[in-house]
C-alpha cells in the first residue's frame, strides 16, 4: 500500500494557521480530532478532516499540526494501519503504550508558548476544559477557531475537493420495530427534566435524536442516521434538520392524532440560536450530554450547565421486549447469510481466486436476499493472514489477498435490518491450521466463553468483567490491544454507548443490567502471521443463583444473540474443560435450532447440510 498524497492539504493548513482573517495570533499547533460536530465515530465523507490532512482512515485518531511537525494519536487497532496509510511527513504516537507521551503532555513540553487551536464544534467540552486547564499551566493558551481551518485546505486540493454534505430523506421507523412510540419516550425524558431540575435537554449525538423519535436515515454510510439535533422542554420538541431532508410522512408520524403534541421543525443551522434563546428565557438548568461539543456548550453559562449522559443515552442502551425480539430475528436470518458464505466458499475456493474483496461482496449479497435488509453496518473487516493482524482492517485493491487453504481468514462483518443490527467476527481455516494457530484459537475461544458464562450482580461495571476474556491468553504471555465489548444499537449505530467491557473505565458506564445486548470478542493478532478473534453478541439476563442475599438479589449472565458456528478444526479439545465443550455443543445446538428453519424455509439445502456437518458435538 503505497501512503496518499496529502501535502497540499497539510501545506494549506499550515497556511492558514497563520492567516490573520480566521486567526488572532499565529497558531503554535492546530488539533484536528476525529469525530463531527456530533461526536459521531463514523463519518460522512463532508467531515473526514483528519483523513484529508493525514491520509489515515480509522475510525479513532486526533492529529496535531506545527509548522514543523505532524503528528497522529491513535490506538492499538490501528497502529499498524496508520504506518501503512500515512507518508514520511507524519510521526505516528502509539496511544495505549507506556511510553508515548498524552496529547496534552506532547503539547506542554514540546511548545514553549503560544495558542493551540482547534474548531470548537469538534471537541467535546469536557475535553476541551481538561486539556485547556493543562495547556494552562504550561503557558499554553487553548483558542476556539470558529471557521475549520481544515475545510479551508481542502478546498485549495482542487484534485480530490471536499465532498457536499448529504441530504438523504429521512424516513420513520414502524412500531413493529421501536416497540415505543415516540410521545412516549418524550415523556419519560420529561420525568428526567423535573428530577433534574433542568429547563431543556439539548441532544447532539445523532442516534439519540434518531432513537427518541423513532426515525432513521442515511446521512453516514452503515449508520443509518441523519444530521440533526433536538431539544425536549416541559411544552415542546423542536427537530433542528435540514428542511430539505423532511418528507410528508415524516412530518405524519411526528404529529399526534387528535390535537395532541407535535415535533416542531426547525433549520439544522439555527440550533446555536435556539440555546442562547432558552438561556435568555428561562430560570432552569441546561442538559446537555458530557460528549457536546464546546461551540455548544459555550453559550451555556457554567452555573446553568447540567453535563451529563442524556436520559436517551441510558434508555436505547437497555432493549425493550420488541427490541430484543427483533435482535433474536435479524440474527437468524444473518446468520444464516454467513452459513450461505462459508458454504460457498469452502465449495468455490478451488475453481477460481476469490479474494478478500470479492469474498466479503459475495457475502453482502446472501445478507441482501435476507428481509428488512437496509444494508452493512460497518465496512466489513475481510483479512487473510497477515491482513488479519491488522486489527480494523478494511480490504482495498492493492492489499486484497486471495483467501486460500494456507492461511487464516478472519471475517468481522455486520449488517443493519430493520429489527435490528448485527456484527459477527468468525475466523476459520480452509486448509490445516498449525498447532500454535489452534492453541491461540483455543485460548481466544476459551476466553469468548468465560465471558458468556459469567455471573455477576446486577450493575457490575463492564471493566470488572474484562479479564475473564483474557486470563487463558495471559497465562502464556499473550494479550490483545482493544477493548473486549461493545454496546449495539436497535437498527443504529453498531457502537453504542455508554456500556462497554474493557480494561479502561468507561466514565458513563450505567453498569449491566437486563436487555443489554453487548459484543463479547477478545483476540489475538501476530504482527506479519495472521489474527484471530471470535465476536458473538450477547444479551444481559436474569440469572437464578443458587443463594441470595438481601443486599445483592439479581444476579445476571450473558445469552448469545448471534448464532454462527463456530469452526471446530480450529480446537484444541484437550485445552478445553468439559464445562467449556458442553457451553460449545450447547451453542451449536442453538445454531442449528434458530438457523437451520432459515435456511431450510429458503430451500437452501448444502448452507443447511454445512451448518449440522459444522455444528456436530465436540468432545
Known sequence: ????????????????????????????????????????????????????????????????????????????????????????????????????????????????????????????????????????????????????????AWAMNVSNPQPARPESQVFPLEMQFTGRSWQDKVEEVRRNLKEKGAAVLILSALDDVAWMLNLRGSDIAFNPVFFSYAAVTEKEVVLFINPAQVTEQVRHALTTEDMGESVIIRDYQTIKDYISSTVANTAGKIWLSDTASQGLVCLVPMKRRLLRVTPIALMKNIKNPVELAGFDACHDRDSAALCQYFCW?????????????????????FRAEQEHFMGLSFPSISSVGPNGAII?????????????????????????????????????????????????????????????????PNKTKGHCLDSFARQHLWQ?????????????????????????????????????????????????????????????????????????????????TFEPVTVVPIQAKMILAELMTQQELDWLNGYHQTCRDRVGPVLKQMGRTEALEWLFRETQPIG
Open 476 to 556: 502464556v504471555g499473550l494479550d490483545y490491544l482493544h477493548g473486549t465489548g461493545h454496546g449495539v444499537g436497535s437498527f443504529l449505530n453498531v457502537h453504542e454507548g455508554p456500556s462497554g467491557i474493557s480494561w479502561r473505565v468507561y466514565p458513563n458506564d450505567p453498569g449491566l443490567q437486563a436487555g443489554m445486548i453487548l459484543s463479547d470478542e477478545p483476540g489475538y493478532y501476530e504482527d506479519g502471521n495472521f489474527g484471530i478473534r471470535i465476536e458473538t453478541l450477547v444479551k444481559v439476563v436474569e440469572v437464578k443463583t443458587k443463594f441470595t442475599m438481601p443486599s445483592k438479589s439479581t444476579f445476571l
Open 1 to 152: 500500500m503505497t501512503p496518499k498524497d496529502n501535502s497540499t492539504v497539510l501545506s494549506g493548513l499550515r497556511k492558514v494557521m497563520k492567516d490573520k482573517r480566521y486567526v488572532q495570533e499565529p497558531l503554535a499547533a492546530y488539533i484536528v480530532p476525529s469525530c463531527d460536530a456530533h461526536n459521531s465515530e463514523y463519518l460522512a465523507d463532508v467531515d473526514t478532516r483528519r483523513e484529508a490532512v493525514s491520509g489515515f482512515s480509522g475510525s479513532a485518531g486526533t492529529a496535531i499540526v506545527t509548522q514543523s511537525q505532524a503528528l497522529m494519536w491513535t490506538d492499538g487497532r490501528y497502529h499498524l494501519q496508520a504506518v501503512k496509510e500515512m507518508d514520511s511527513n507524519w510521526t505516528l504516537m502509539k496511544d495505549g503504550l507506556a511510553d508515548t507521551p498524552s496529547q496534552a503532555d506532547w503539547l506542554c513540553t514540546s511548545l514553549g508558548s503560544g495558542q493551540v487551536g482547534v474548531d470548537p464544534m469538534m471537541m467535546g467540552a469536557t475535553a476541551w476544559s481538561v486539556l485547556a486547564e493543562r495547556l494552562e499551566s504550561s503557558g499554553l493558551q487553548l483558542v476556539p477557531v470558529e471557521t475549520n481551518l481544515v475545510d479551508l
Open 345 to 365: 466458499l469452502e465449495r468455490t475456493i478451488d475453481q477460481g481466486e476469490i479474494t478478500e474483496i470479492t469474498g466479503a461482496d459475495r457475502l453482502e449479497k
Open 392 to 456: 480494523h482492517y478494511r480490504p482495498a485493491p492493492d492489499t486484497a489477498r486471495p483467501i486460500t487453504r494456507t492461511e487464516l481468514y478472519l471475517l468481522d462483518s455486520g449488517a443493519q435490518y430493520r429489527d435490528g443490527t448485527t456484527d459477527v467476527t468468525r475466523t476459520i481455516h480452509l486448509g490445516t491450521p498449525t498447532l500454535h494457530e489452534k492453541e491461540c484459537f483455543t485460548r481466544v475461544l476459551k476466553g469468548m466463553i468465560g465471558l458468556a458464562t459469567a455471573v455477576f
